[in-house]
């Protein structure tokens, strides 16, 4: 489909094809392709992937050997600098919320009120709470032995309880910020945060409903598995058993998120020169407001919890290393991005999708599910197509290139497989065959998806 408001308002004639041209566009589905195999046939690490693969792009495109090396090195640095801190403080935050016991707080008040026909809706909403600031792999791993057991308690079927768990962390991940995905694209697309964690939101929750609680009553039909008995959930207790309140964990959740809307709406809503604007604007940057969660959250969860200062300081110390793999990939990543533009492949692309009236947003999609699909990795997937896209976004507005973010993240997602760690850690925790993995969680993964660009391509038309 066509979206002529996407366009720029001038205007454009396609050059005519070149040599060179194809030379660029070939470097880039050789960089590409050489991702596609070290990650999904030699099982190499996508740092180390994504590395030879800037460099193969980079050497195939006509970069000067020093160039391609500056380049990586520029885009490692840039990306690192401008998303690294986000990502570890966001780290903090959800281990504080784990280890004082915040999460099975908002997982068992919740759980508390809801019966029979909506508790698969509380599940979900469980889910979003705590996939707010927790990565994807985290929240799973925390959540499943929960879902398990109310599954067990409630006498419902394990798809019902236990899809929209995992939409909702799945949504999350890939659209809202501060997860590494969402961040990086903003960062190569020049999105603004604020207006794509507004625009996320409201796309996250229509598509949660849909792929979470409504599909999952279809899949308890299609899929009815037996989780192994010996998965239980762990209790995450502060010292001695206390535990921070529900309205404590929730506020500290929704502190950076509110912050951030903050700033979004004061940039619409006030004058450049309004005082309030200029205060908003500093609190609600991510920096700040993720540094303001963590320091809050180290009263309202950790000391609450019972915690000793020493405790504390293991606490955000421990938060730290699981996440140097996704630091060094979300860096790699930066480096093939910014390979890819030095090179010039991305304003190839951007005259051919400009010159053919092709929508940026159907454009974003389509390259990170190609990725998605290739490599399983939604973060690899996010990286490298808001690299290719990302000359796109400079004739866009801030709304419309926000809305970009969302369609490749959107893309990202799209039907995880075999070549995806969560596809086989689902598979396990549930104790399904890859078969009912695949009927269950990847269809869901399809229907979070395609519900997604259907959602950002209709705010496109209106924004």
Same mark, same amino acid.
């Given at each position: 489909?066509?979206?002529?408001?996407?366009?720029?308002?001038?205007?454009?004639?396609?050059?005519?094809?070149?040599?060179?041209?194809?030379?660029?566009?070939?470097?880039?589905?050789?960089?590409?392709?050489?991702?596609?195999?070290?990650?999904?046939?030699?099982?190499?690490?996508?740092?180390?992937?994504?590395?030879?693969?800037?460099?193969?792009?980079?050497?195939?495109?006509?970069?000067?050997?020093?160039?391609?090396?500056?380049?990586?090195?520029?885009?490692?640095?840039?990306?690192?600098?401008?998303?690294?801190?986000?990502?570890?403080?966001?780290?903090?935050?959800?281990?504080?919320?784990?280890?004082?016991?915040?999460?099975?707080?908002?997982?068992?008040?919740?759980?508390?009120?809801?019966?029979?026909?909506?508790?698969?809706?509380?599940?979900?909403?469980?889910?979003?709470?705590?996939?707010?600031?927790?990565?994807?792999?985290?929240?799973?791993?925390?959540?499943?032995?929960?879902?398990?057991?109310?599954?067990?308690?409630?006498?419902?079927?394990?798809?019902?309880?236990?899809?929209?768990?995992?939409?909702?962390?799945?949504?999350?991940?890939?659209?809202?910020?501060?997860?590494?995905?969402?961040?990086?694209?903003?960062?190569?697309?020049?999105?603004?945060?604020?207006?794509?964690?507004?625009?996320?939101?409201?796309?996250?929750?229509?598509?949660?409903?849909?792929?979470?609680?409504?599909?999952?009553?279809?899949?308890?039909?299609?899929?009815?598995?037996?989780?192994?008995?010996?998965?239980?959930?762990?209790?995450?207790?502060?010292?001695?058993?206390?535990?921070?309140?529900?309205?404590?964990?929730?506020?500290?959740?929704?502190?950076?998120?509110?912050?951030?809307?903050?700033?979004?709406?004061?940039?619409?809503?006030?004058?450049?020169?309004?005082?309030?604007?200029?205060?908003?604007?500093?609190?609600?940057?991510?920096?700040?407001?993720?540094?303001?969660?963590?320091?809050?959250?180290?009263?309202?969860?950790?000391?609450?919890?019972? =915690?000793?200062?020493?405790?504390?300081?293991?606490?955000?110390?421990?938060?730290?290393?699981?996440?140097?793999?996704?630091?060094?990939?979300?860096?790699?990543?930066?480096? =093939?991005?910014?390979?890819?533009?030095?090179?010039?492949?991305?304003?190839?692309?951007?005259?051919?999708?400009?010159?053919?009236?092709?929508?940026?947003?159907?454009?974003?999609?389509?390259?990170?599910?190609?990725?998605?699909?290739?490599?399983?990795?939604?973060?690899?997937?996010?990286?490298?197509?808001?690299?290719?896209?990302?000359?796109?976004?400079?004739?866009?507005?801030?709304?419309?290139?926000?809305?970009?973010?969302?369609?490749?993240?959107?893309?990202?997602?799209?039907?995880?497989?075999?070549?995806?760690?969560?596809?086989?850690?689902?598979?396990?925790? =549930?104790?399904?065959?890859?078969?009912?993995?695949?009927?269950?969680?990847?269809?869901?993964?399809?229907?979070?998806?395609?519900?997604?660009?259907?959602?950002?391509?209709?705010?496109?038309?209106?924004?």
């Amino acid at each position: 489909m066509t979206v002529p408001t996407l366009m720029t308002s001038t205007p454009v004639v396609a050059a005519a094809w070149t040599g060179h041209d194809t030379r660029l566009v070939a470097a880039g589905l050789l960089g590409i392709a050489v991702l596609v195999v070290l990650i999904t046939k030699l099982r190499v690490h996508p740092f180390l992937a994504l590395t030879l693969g800037s460099g193969v792009l980079g050497v195939v495109a006509g970069l000067p050997l020093e160039k391609v090396i500056d380049s990586f090195s520029k885009g490692v640095g840039g990306t690192v600098a401008s998303v690294g801190v986000l990502i570890a403080l966001g780290a903090m935050l959800g281990r504080l919320l784990a280890d004082s016991g915040g999460a099975d707080q908002i997982v068992d008040t919740i759980l508390g009120r809801a019966r029979g026909r909506t508790l698969p809706w509380a599940m979900a909403l469980v889910a979003t709470l705590i996939g707010l600031p927790m990565f994807f792999e985290i929240g799973l791993v925390m959540l499943i032995p929960v879902v398990l057991l109310v599954a067990r308690r409630a006498g419902q079927p394990l798809m019902r309880v236990g899809i929209p768990a995992l939409a909702g962390l799945s949504v999350l991940h890939g659209l809202v910020p501060p997860h590494p995905g969402p961040l990086v694209a903003i960062d190569a697309l020049k999105a603004d945060l604020g207006i794509t964690l507004g625009l996320g939101l409201l796309v996250a929750v229509p598509t949660v409903a849909v792929a979470g609680p409504l599909f999952g009553a279809v899949a308890a039909r299609w899929v009815d598995p037996t989780p192994p008995e010996h998965l239980v959930p762990e209790r995450h207790d502060g010292d001695g058993g206390r535990r921070p309140s529900f309205a404590a964990t929730l506020f500290t959740v929704l502190l950076p998120v509110a912050l951030m809307m903050g700033k979004a709406i004061a940039d619409i809503a006030l004058a450049k020169d309004n005082t309030a604007r200029h205060v908003l604007d500093f609190v609600g940057a991510p920096l700040f407001a993720l540094l303001a969660a963590v320091v809050v959250a180290m009263f309202t969860l950790g000391r609450a919890a019972g =915690f000793t200062r020493d405790k504390l300081s293991a606490t955000i110390g421990d938060s730290l290393p699981p996440i140097a793999g996704i630091l060094l990939i979300v860096g790699a990543g930066g480096g =093939f991005k910014q390979t890819l533009v030095d090179a010039g492949i991305g304003t190839v692309i951007t005259n051919l999708a400009t010159g053919a009236n092709f929508s940026p947003l159907l454009l974003g999609w389509l390259i990170a599910v190609a990725i998605r699909v290739a490599t399983g990795s939604a973060t690899v997937a996010t990286i490298s197509a808001a690299g290719i896209v990302a000359p796109l976004a400079a004739s866009l507005s801030p709304t419309h290139a926000a809305l970009l973010v969302l369609a490749v993240g959107a893309g990202s997602l799209f039907f995880s497989h075999v070549n995806d760690a969560g596809f086989w850690l689902v598979k396990e925790y =549930f104790g399904m065959s890859i078969g009912q993995t695949v009927k269950s969680w990847s269809i869901m993964e399809t229907i979070v998806s395609v519900v997604s660009l259907v959602l950002v391509l209709l705010l496109g038309l209106v924004v």
